[in-house]
């Protein structure tokens, strides 16, 4: 099951705050694997976050300065030599173990307000994980507003390894090939690369189950419209959302409870070894568009909302009245 984002405000397109009725907004529905109380545990050095079981050195600048990935690899690999912080089985986290931590209704740094942590840097941090798009890029998570883009892997950012997790609260990013710094294929074994690692659940196969116009993902749970373009043109976010709560009384597949999905729904779809679109091989999706827009308001700017943007993969925002993203309606078990 997907985690709860986070975010418990509603927002109008200029980023005012409003009453969460009737607007089919995320913090209406609240969806997704509910966080502990306590969210996290302090294991001396060491923090347990009690939804994942993954485990992080608390403080979040352990390597100091900025790194290059391969760097950062290394720096992990050297950390588990030398048994830092008692325990020898660290790594660089994959791209959907560092968005794990993330806050959707926090920002600078976008964490759970609880959090224990220490020296967090407000900039990118590195995964594990290369960006399908370029190889001689990775993806990294910005601990400002929780943006998720990519960057050359001789740049410099930082590095916050993480160690354990329960492998079903968190599944594999679809990421299953290792690159050098200037993207050419290498063998994975012993490289700390998330294809060389792979946590994460497995995908089950066939991932998808399609029954008419309607899309089960057999991962998640959640069903979507097998064609991904509801709307046939690009619209600003309440038009989105207006468009979906429509779709509602349409009972299309013999659906009710269609939404637009959270930026976590999206985000699920993503495969890290595939670009244009990052779908996973052999998905059963017609008329897939370049971006979507979510249900999820931007915290660090509320007139913005979070978009996936589908060929790259990358987690950015999106101005909420400009009609510039698509509309792929999701429902789900909890929907």
């Given amino acids: 099951m997907i985690r709860s984002t986070g975010q418990r405000i509603c927002y109008d397109e200029q980023g005012r705050e409003l009453d969460c009725s009737g607007t089919g907004q995320d913090?209406?529905?609240?969806?997704?694997?509910?966080?502990?109380?306590?969210?996290?545990d302090v294991l001396g050095k060491t923090v347990l976050d009690r939804l994942t079981g993954l485990v992080w050195p608390r403080d979040a600048?352990?390597?100091?300065?900025?790194?290059t990935w391969p760097e950062?690899?290394?720096?992990?690999?050297?950390?588990?030599?030398?048994?830092?912080?008692?325990?020898?089985?660290?790594?660089l986290p994959n791209r959907r173990e560092l968005l794990s931590l993330v806050d959707y209704q926090t920002q600078k740094p976008p964490l759970p307000a609880d959090h224990p942590f220490q020296n967090i840097v407000l900039?990118?941090?590195?995964?594990?994980?290369?960006?399908?798009?370029?190889?001689?890029?990775?993806?990294y998570v910005h601990m400002e507003g929780a943006r998720t883009f990519y960057g050359r892997k001789d740049q410099f950012f930082m590095t916050w390894p993480v160690r354990g997790g329960d492998p079903s609260r968190l599944w594999q990013t679809g990421q299953d090939a290792c690159f050098d710094v200037q993207g050419r294929p290498i063998p994975c074994n012993g490289t700390g690369q998330d294809g060389?690692?792979?946590?994460?659940?497995?995908?089950?196969?066939?991932?998808?189950?399609?029954r008419g116009e309607v899309?089960?993902?057999?991962?998640?749970?959640l069903s979507w419209l097998a064609r991904a373009d509801l709307t046939l043109t690009r619209v600003s976010w309440q038009q989105a959302l207006d468009a979906v709560l429509e779709l509602r009384s349409q009972k299309v597949g013999g659906v009710s409870n269609w939404r637009l999905p959270n930026i976590l729904e999206l985000e699920s779809l993503v495969d890290c070894s595939a670009h244009n679109p990052a779908l996973p091989a052999g998905h059963p999706f017609s008329a897939v568009q370049e971006a979507?827009?979510?249900?999820?308001?931007?915290?660090?700017?509320?007139?913005?909302?979070w978009v996936l943007y589908v060929h790259k993969g990358a987690l950015g925002v999106?101005?909420?009245?400009?009609?510039?993203?698509?509309?792929?309606?999701?429902?789900?078990?909890?929907?």
């Fill in 27 to 40: 913090a209406m529905f609240g969806l997704g694997l509910a966080w502990p109380k306590p969210r996290f």
């Fill in 196 to 210: 060389d690692v792979r946590f994460g659940r497995a995908w089950p196969i066939p991932r998808f189950e399609t």
């Fill in 215 to 221: 899309v089960r993902d057999r991962l998640s749970g």
């Fill in 61 to 67: 600048n352990i390597a100091e300065y900025p790194s």
């Fill in 292 to 305: 979507y827009w979510s249900a999820t308001t931007s915290f660090f700017e509320t007139n913005w909302a």
């Fill in 318 to 335: 999106g101005f909420k009245t400009k009609p510039v993203f698509a509309v792929w309606p999701v429902a789900g078990p909890c929907g």
């Fill in 123 to 139: 900039g990118w941090y590195w995964t594990s994980t290369t960006a399908a798009i370029h190889p001689g890029y990775a993806w």
């Fill in 72 to 91: 950062a690899l290394e720096h992990v690999a050297s950390m588990n030599r030398k048994q830092a912080l008692g325990f020898a089985d660290w790594r």
